[in-house]
């Protein structure tokens, strides 16, 4: 759907919605002047079918999350450029249930009815994942008594003696999905990640569907995920420049805030999905444990994913680790972690220190107070520091510092100081005032 579409379906929905719970006044005209074509498509005349087809006792639903904020949605499914309404609805405790609506000339016809799974709808979204001109219709549904728990169900639309069906295609537990063209070919696969917490022990998976030229849904790949993973936090994927196959990202927590990226990269002679982190005999994905809650994310802009990981980064004791660490995001190449973008983080005094590529395996922290960390070269000589101060007292000593930070914290100053070692290096007081973030805990993106 193009974005011109797509913004006028939400104005379309906005008007209905406000039409059909009637707390604002529109004249029928201001709305008909928005919506093409108007007859039909009016607040009015859609508020008198959805009565009459509905009829009385029901109340809408709005999806939680995602693009569609609103209980109706005019798409046009089949690309005959007759929007469709996708209307979520409810009565009393019943589950909540979808309704989808034609227009027929002046008026509105029921296409099909169908029941939700659950007690509430969470997501709405539309693609056409094989390309054939009719969207699939993919809903999150909340089950019930349990928000954590979700279904997807997808519909597909047809056209059966020229007239529009939609029919239910599969509807599968997840925690996540994803729509992304697997081979290339114009065609989307659908990737629903779920953590069976049912099983013993805890069993999380990506498994991936196709669908066919006849409108049926196959079960094209199964992937598993490490055997300790508890929760599954995001599915996501990019595609590299020159690849024809995406890369899929995963986020997972595991116990005691733990937290790992799977990566499943495409393999042609397998013609499947493989972990290239979980190629040892225990099927664990070491290489990009870390901990703390930090997910994936493109860090650097640049369209690709890099994942988080903390590396010891200093010349003292490993039990004070929890003091500050070297955040290193690493993006993926081939099938290896390449360190791309580094951070010095301080978690005691909330901020962390951007650190050029270059300086990496360069620049030590040495410390042995979190208000004062001193930077130094593989030899340990002193090239800058970070210190944190009482701003009075910093004042009362009159001392001639630059300031990288005197607003965040009240009372506190953040400031640093270059050795000539650090200027011979190549450090100066204006580049650590960019590189310096002050951020709570230290560690967010
Ligand atoms: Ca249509
Ligand atoms: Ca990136």
């Not at 469709?84 to 979808?98: C, H, K, M, N, Q």
């Not at 000339?105 to 994942?129: C, I, P």
């Amino acid at each position: 759907m193009n974005k011109r579409k797509a913004l006028y379906s939400l104005i379309c929905a906005v008007l209905l919605l406000s039409v059909l719970f009637g707390g604002c006044d529109i004249g029928p005209h201001s709305i008909e002047s928005l919506m093409r074509p108007p007859h039909a498509a009016s607040g009015q005349v859609l508020e008198k079918a959805l009565n009459s087809i509905l009829g009385s006792g029901f109340s809408l639903r709005v999806p939680q999350a995602g693009a569609y904020h609103t209980a109706v949605t005019l798409i046009d499914l089949n690309g005959d450029s007759q929007q469709e309404a996708i209307v979520f609805y409810s009565r009393g405790t019943d589950p909540v249930r979808l309704c989808v609506l034609r227009q027929n000339g002046e008026t509105w016809q029921k296409v099909n009815d169908f029941a939700g799974d659950g007690s509430g709808v969470y997501s709405l979204e539309f693609d056409d994942m094989n390309g054939d001109g009719l969207s699939e219709i993919f809903v999150g549904w909340f089950l019930f008594n349990d928000k954590s728990k979700k279904e997807l169900t997808v519909y597909s639309a047809s056209m059966v003696d020229q007239k529009l069906s939609v029919s239910v295609c599969i509807t599968e537990p997840y925690d996540h999905y994803i729509l992304a063209d697997v081979k290339n070919s114009g065609e989307k696969q659908l990737f629903v990640a779920f953590t069976d917490v049912s099983k013993s022990p805890i069993a999380a998976s990506v498994r991936r569907f196709g669908l066919d030229a006849a409108g049926r849904f196959y079960t094209a790949g199964s992937l598993t995920m490490d055997p300790r993973v508890v929760r599954i936090e995001s599915l996501l994927f990019d595609l590299p420049q020159g690849d024809q196959h995406p890369r899929v990202f995963a986020d997972a927590l595991l116990a005691d805030n733990q937290m790992i990226t799977e990566v499943f990269l495409w393999d042609e002679d397998n013609k499947d999905y493989v972990s290239p982190f979980r190629k040892s005999a225990d099927d664990l994905n070491m290489a990009t444990q870390r901990s703390g809650t930090l997910k994936c994310a493109d860090i650097d802009n640049d369209g690709f994913y890099e994942i988080p990981l903390r590396k010891r980064f200093i010349q003292n004791d490993a039990d004070e680790v929890a003091m500050g660490y070297l955040l290193t995001w690493c993006g993926i190449e081939g099938e290896k972690l390449e360190p791309q973008v580094f951070y010095a983080v301080n978690v005691a005094q909330d901020y962390r220190l951007f650190l050029p590529k270059e300086w990496n395996g360069k620049v030590f922290v040495h410390y042995t107070d979190a208000a004062h960390w001193s930077f130094v070269n593989q030899k340990g000589e002193a090239l800058f520091s970070v210190t944190v101060q009482e701003s009075a007292s910093l004042k009362a000593n009159n001392s001639n510092v630059t300031v990288l930070d005197d607003t965040s914290v009240p009372g506190m100053t953040y400031f640093c100081r270059v050795t000539e070692k650090g200027r011979a290096f190549g450090v100066t007081e204006e580049a650590l005032k960019s590189y310096f973030i002050y951020d709570a805990g230290g560690n967010t993106k």
